[in-house]
């Protein structure tokens, strides 16, 4: 397959409602869509990185750069190491997880970009992107996250409208605060309902009685309870308390994924495109997790329908074996950039056969949200 050239677009969606977590509040998501253009057909990748380096060290901003100056002259110089300048050929996908390696970290660039690459490969061999991923399920369960609210009741009314909608497992955000209270009015309503709490790093071995409180909710698991490039004291907390620490933002490579299972720092690992570098490694952790044991499942950044067209596909490997954070698009955007748009029934996604993403981009919207736009030519010497 010949890479014609790249278009980076720098985007901004409207929330229809603000979501909260201990990070802070997101009522839009200034993101970048990557696409791969040959001379026939396109493919899309997303950006998941947020506005401000928050989450993880990469902001929107930064990826940009790192994708313009560095990581898409390297896929351009690609071609010349090869013998062939100004004509870049991938064989597969996988190569650009190579091709990329030297630069070190910047997930969420890397993978807006080999997203965009796999979407392409897909649509020129005719598949859906779960086939080409190696998915083996025709539906995905979805799960719902709720940002942190400012009153228990509000959180007890929107957990009760996640339920009546069907959701199979329900996230809540905690920070120091808002967390024991809430979860155990959460749980006198809902005594059946599984129920999860993710915390983004917001405590220390310091909370460990907190933590052992939280025992007695029956929680599905605990994501990310302590520092964010944490394996040893998650080690030390899982040791102390019976619900399983699901790891996300610790986890950036199947080498950190070998490391935490190995150190018994965690019982799931939440596995998310962006935060591990693209879907060649999502493909390995996933491997690792089916060889030991571990649950896993997809999280979610707030994706339009392009980046939550690439969760489903991954999610139906079958080594995800929880329910992941791939709400429907109409829980987030009054209108996506997709067509149909991802659509969820009684809990359920079915994933898309046709080729690549599996849903069509509809150009019109896309220009309409999108505040920049570079195109970089590869077939120039």
């Not at 329910?323 to 748009?341: F, L, N, Q, V």
């Not at 509809?362 to 120039?380: F, K, Q």
Request: one cysteine or more.
């Amino acid at each position: 397959m010949r890479i014609e050239s790249l278009t980076v677009r720098r985007v901004q969606m409207e929330m229809l409602t603000p979501f909260t977590t201990s990070f802070g509040t997101q009522t839009h998501r200034d993101l970048l869509i990557v696409e791969a253009h040959s001379s026939e057909r396109t493919g899309y990748g997303e950006c998941v990185a947020m506005g401000a380096p928050l989450y993880s060290e990469e902001a929107t901003a930064t990826c940009q750069v790192v994708l313009e100056e560095y990581l898409i002259p390297m896929l351009r110089s690609h071609g010349a190491a090869a013998g062939t300048p100004g004509v870049v050929e991938i064989d597969h996908p996988q190569l650009i997880r190579q091709i990329l390696a030297p630069v070190k970290r910047n997930s969420m660039a890397k993978s807006a970009l080999e997203g965009a690459v796999w979407d392409l490969w897909a649509k020129h061999q005719g598949i859906s992107l779960a086939e080409a991923y190696g998915g083996t399920r025709s539906h995905i369960e979805v799960g719902l996250s709720i940002g942190i609210k400012d009153t228990d009741a509000e959180l007890v009314s929107a957990v009760g409208a996640a339920v009546d909608a069907g959701y199979r497992r329900i996230k809540i955000k905690i920070a120091p605060g808002r967390d024991l209270q809430m979860l155990r009015a959460v749980r006198r309503e809902f005594p059946d309902t599984p129920i999860m709490a993710d915390a983004n790093s917001a405590y220390t071995l310091a909370d460990v009685d907190l933590f052992r409180s939280l025992d007695e909710l029956d929680l599905m698991m605990i994501e990310q309870p302590l520092a964010h490039d944490d394996i040893v004291d998650h080690r030390h907390l899982q040791a102390q308390i019976r619900t399983p620490i699901c790891l996300d933002e610790s986890i950036h490579s199947a080498e950190d994924a070998r490391k935490a299972i190995e150190l018994g720092s965690g019982k799931i690992i939440n596995i998310k495109i962006g935060r591990v570098g693209g879907i060649a490694e999502s493909q390995d952790i996933e491997a690792l997790c089916r060889q030991h044991g571990l649950d896993a499942w997809c999280g979610g950044m707030l994706e339009t329908g392009i980046g939550r067209a690439h969760n489903v596909a991954i999610a139906s490997l079958a080594g995800f074996t929880l329910p992941g954070d791939t709400a429907p698009s109409a829980r987030y955007w009054a209108e996506d950039i997709i067509e149909p748009e991802v659509v969820m029934d009684r809990g359920v996604i079915e994933v898309p056969t046709a080729p690549g993403l599996g849903y069509d981009v509809v150009e019109e919207r896309l220009d309409a949200h999108t505040t920049e736009t570079r195109t970089y030519d590869l077939t120039a010497a």
